[in-house]
């Protein structure tokens, strides 16, 4: 019985040793198989397959004498626009980049991005700089200029008689009220647009401004503008030559507008919720002003008149 027993025993511990050496090579064959796949899966690229996050094109220089440009416009904050005779456009609508289009002129126009910035400029004013005015190369150029001497022509400008340039934003970056800088030298340029703070610089031309803005500040010495802004907080307006300046502010009571004319002509509508405190320095011009005041207020409005003539007017209270 004793003999039986013990053969009994030998089998069991038998069939079990077999039963845990079957589980460890199932085991190494398991783990050489995950080797294999991973190898596999690492020779094509599929091991990540989380996405990857885009690139945007930062710097970009491309110009076109007819035709359209574009650039990404995440991450702009600001743009530059100088401009000459030509009719400008600057506007918002349901695009997903900045779209410069160009037609009717055999000149061309250039569209930059650096950084946050975005650039536009006539073919005589261009300037090649980066954002800190040093000059620069870029090698990401694209030019389009398919114009010839036998075909420079284009049906729209026949019937305008003037080259037209278009610069489109996304409408989403209207909601991000972009600080801009505008230099007019001829032509035409008219935008409505929500804005953080704007520069405009006028030497000829007819520019019709209007929307909103925190911050205006206006260098006028030639040419005519017209200007329909609210909720202007502060306002910087210089006039001098010939230009010609008529602006309303809306809505909200600017608590600072500084004047200086020196020759040309300002006619300015302020709103009136509350009487201004002036300042003025008249030497030679001729000031007419229409607005209450109080010497006491916090709203100020600084006028220094060296020539020219300036028109105050009250808005709607």
């Known amino acids: 019985m004793e003999t039986g027993s013990s053969e009994t025993r030998g089998s069991e511990i038998a069939r079990l040793l077999g039963v845990i ?25 599929v091991v990540d397959m989380a996405p990857q996050e885009q690139e945007h094109e930062y710097d970009y220089t491309g110009q076109a004498s007819r035709g359209e440009l574009g650039v990404e416009a995440v991450g702009v904050t600001n743009f530059l626009v100088v401009t000459d005779d030509v009719d400008f456009e600057l ?126 500040a206006v260098d006028m010495s030639g040419g005519t503008a017209n200007m329909s802004l609210k909720d202007v907080a502060e306002a910087w307006v210089e006039v001098s030559g010939q230009a ?36 003025v320095d008249n030497l030679h011009g001729i000031l007419t002003n229409n607005l209450d005041i109080d010497d006491v207020s916090p709203y100020y409005v600084d006028a220094t008149i060296a020539g020219g003539e300036v028109v105050l007017r009250q808005g709607a209270r």
């Open 21 to 45: 050496g079957g589980v460890i090579l199932l085991f190494v064959g398991l783990s050489g198989l995950h080797r294999g796949f991973v190898g596999v899966f690492d020779r094509y690229d």
């Open 91 to 216: 506007r918002f609508a349901r695009v997903e980049r900045v779209v410069l289009e160009v037609s009717g002129t055999s000149e061309p126009w250039t569209l930059e991005r650096f950084g946050e910035s975005i650039r536009v400029q006539a073919p005589d004013l261009r300037t090649r700089s980066d954002g800190n005015g040093e000059a620069t190369d870029d090698p990401t150029t694209d030019e389009i200029d398919d114009s010839t001497p036998e075909d420079s022509s284009d049906p729209q400008t026949e019937n305008s008689g003037q080259p037209t340039v278009t610069l489109t934003l996304p409408d989403w970056l209207y909601e991000h009220r972009l600080s801009g800088t505008i230099q007019i030298h001829g032509g035409t340029f008219a935008t409505q647009g929500e804005f953080m703070d704007l520069s405009v610089t006028m030497t000829d031309g007819v520019a019709d401004i209007s929307g909103w803005t925190d911050y205006i």
């Open 244 to 279: 010609v300046l008529t602006g309303e502010f809306k809505d909200l009571q600017p608590s600072m507008v500084t004047l200086q004319g020196i020759g040309g002509s300002v006619d300015l509508t302020l709103p009136n919720t509350e009487p201004y405190q002036m300042g």
